[in-house]
């Protein structure tokens, strides 16, 4: 029997090579980056609309899987930072806003004062006009967070480290 008609050549040449890449790309996109696909105008001009980006995970703490644990974070959450997290309305629907308010701080806007509670972030839009955040449907919590914009990668004239 001829050599690449056997189970162990599909298995040593074909099959472990393709598990292993998968267990690899699986690895890094649930704890190292994510990609996403900024859907829409409110972060304008600092994402357009059908850019791409990668999100750093393990900045925040990646979360476990299957679980409401996390890995130990490198820092927490800083103003300013632009953040992917899963919607506080719709939950299978991740967004794109950049952090105003910490836990414990006060926000005011539009003459209203709002103090962000313990394990709590408030979130605008860039493009105020055109965004749906934190002025319409409250506060992010911290277990929402998926990560920290790091990187846009497509559109290719649009390629640039997002800081």
Do not use: C
């Not at 690895?27 to 990668?54: C, N, V, Y």
């Not at 995970?57 to 899963?86: N, S």
């Not at 105003?100 to 962000?116: C, H, Q």
């Not at 919590?141 to 790091?150: E, I, R, S, W």
């Amino acid at each position: 029997m001829s050599r690449y008609k056997t189970w162990q050549y599909w298995r040593d040449e074909w099959v472990k090579p393709i598990l292993y890449a998968l267990a690899i790309a699986l690895f890094i996109r649930t704890f190292i980056a994510q990609p996403f696909k900024i859907p829409s105008s409110s972060m304008e001009p600092t994402f357009m609309p059908g850019d791409r980006i990668f999100v750093n995970k393990f900045i925040y703490g990646a979360k476990i899987p299957f679980t409401d644990l996390r890995l130990p974070a490198l820092r927490e959450p800083g103003k300013g930072d632009i953040m992917v997290f899963r919607s506080p309305v719709e939950r299978k629907k991740f967004l794109v806003k950049r952090l105003i308010g910490l836990p414990g701080d006060v926000v005011e806007v539009k003459n209203e004062r709002v103090e962000v509670p313990a394990d709590s972030y408030y979130v605008l839009g860039d493009n105020s006009q055109n965004s749906v955040d934190s002025r319409y449907w409250g506060f992010v919590p911290a277990k929402n967070l998926a990560g920290k914009v790091f990187f846009i990668h497509w559109p290719i004239r649009r390629i640039r480290i997002v800081k």
